[in-house]
């Protein structure tokens, strides 16, 4: 199984120098936050009221038929770039796309209905997107074994526990729904992001979607490899910075704020994996078809083009980013600390994006 690079062209290829940038960043970063603070003084984001859920079980049907014809030399692409970042780009655009297409659904209609324990909340999906991201920056050829192990794992979970297991303990409907909430389709985002349910290991499920993005960045430098350390030693020391990082700048409200770090997430997808997307993602369809010699038009990924998208979506995924925790912050400090309680979470985000940005243009 070939390993996929994940982006093509240079990412280093900056329209402005990189000490700008990350200066840049800083200070709309900083602006932003006095200016919510001086006139953005009461929350105006009220939960929105979920929508009830349709039955997609012939779209399902559909999906499953044809992944039997799916070539073998195609599924790589077909699960890297395709069903990773794909799926990703379309639920920020449309919805909760997963969800509707998750053929391993189907096992749901026959379920024993037992109550899905509390207790677990996402971490089952924290767990099984930490495996993939492995798979995909570790190991890539046990992509067969974990693909078995999740469709062996979730069949049995949707028979005992119904529905509930999907939305709350398989990682990539979980992840496409964190973004799902971004999508302009389904109301205002803002709202969206606010009415994310606050369970046991959501914090998980962020830290391990943005830790493994982050070393991905780090797994490509000249210094990473001079280091010989095991590359899944790189990726959950990682995975833990970033969760320990939040626990430190939020530690006064938990789980309340890991909605605000959704479009830091969806940022980072767009930047890193936008060449790959525009790119491989030709491959992967002309693959599906059975065309193996295909040669994708790389007009897109324009080393400008590609260092202009990221700076922007990673800048954009931050403000967002502030916005949405301001509103939350706003309802749950008190009167005389709703400014400076937030200086711990502006200074985390203040490294989000500059540790970001200067990893991506690291290579």
């Known amino acids: 199984m070939t390993v996929l690079a994940h ?50 079980w012939p779209v399902r049907v559909l999906v499953a038929a ?21 799926v990703a780009v379309l639920s920020m655009l449309l919805g909760p796309v997963w969800r509707v297409l998750n053929p391993l659904r189907l ?4 379920t024993l209905g037992r109550t899905y324990p509390e207790r677990l909340g996402h971490w089952p999906a924290a767990l099984g997107l930490l495996a993939f991201t492995w ?40 992840f496409s729904t964190l973004l799902s909430r971004l999508s302009p389709l389904h109301g205002n985002p803002f709202r969206a992001l606010v009415a994310t349910p606050v369970r046991s290991g959501l914090v998980a499920v962020v830290a391990v979607l943005l830790g493994s993005t982050a070393f991905d960045s780090i797994g490509s430098t000249p210094t990473w490899e001079r280091l010989a350390v095991p590359d ?7 995975v833990g910075l970033v969760a320990g990082s939040y626990q430190l700048a939020c530690r006064a409200f938990g789980g309340e704020l890991a909605h605000s770090l959704v479009p830091i997430i969806a940022g980072y997808v767009v930047a890193h994996y936008f ?27 324009a080393p ?42 502006l200074v985390l985000m203040v490294g989000y994006t500059s540790g970001g940005l200067a990893l991506l243009f690291a290579g």
């Open 232 to 238: 899944w030693v790189g990726l959950v020391v990682t």
């Open 275 to 301: 060449s790959l997307l525009v790119v491989e993602g030709q491959r992967g369809v002309a693959l599906l078809f059975g065309v193996t010699d295909s040669t994708p038009d790389d007009a897109l990924a």
């Open 66 to 86: 044809g992944l039997l014809l799916v070539p073998a030399q195609a599924w790589p692409h077909l699960v890297f770039v395709l069903f990773w970042v794909g």
């Open 7 to 56: 982006g093509v062209g240079a990412r280093h290829d900056l329209p402005l120098p990189l000490d700008l940038v990350l200066q840049g960043a800083a200070v709309a970063l900083l602006a932003s936050f006095l200016a919510l603070g001086l006139l953005w003084a009461k929350p105006r984001f009220d939960t929105a009221v979920p929508k009830p859920e349709r039955d997609w």
């Open 107 to 110: 096992a749901a209609r026959v």
């Open 135 to 174: 798979v995909e920056l570790v190991e890539p050829d046990a992509l067969p074994w974990f693909l078995a192990a999740y469709a062996a794992v979730n069949v049995a979970g949707g028979v005992v526990f119904g529905h509930t297991w999907f939305e709350r303990a398989d990682g990539f409907e979980v």
């Open 304 to 345: 400008v083009l590609v260092a202009s998208v990221q700076v922007c979506a990673v800048l954009a995924g931050h403000l967002l980013a502030v916005v949405s925790a301001h509103d939350r912050t706003l309802r749950l400090l008190p009167p005389q600390k709703q400014l400076t309680g937030q200086v711990p979470l």
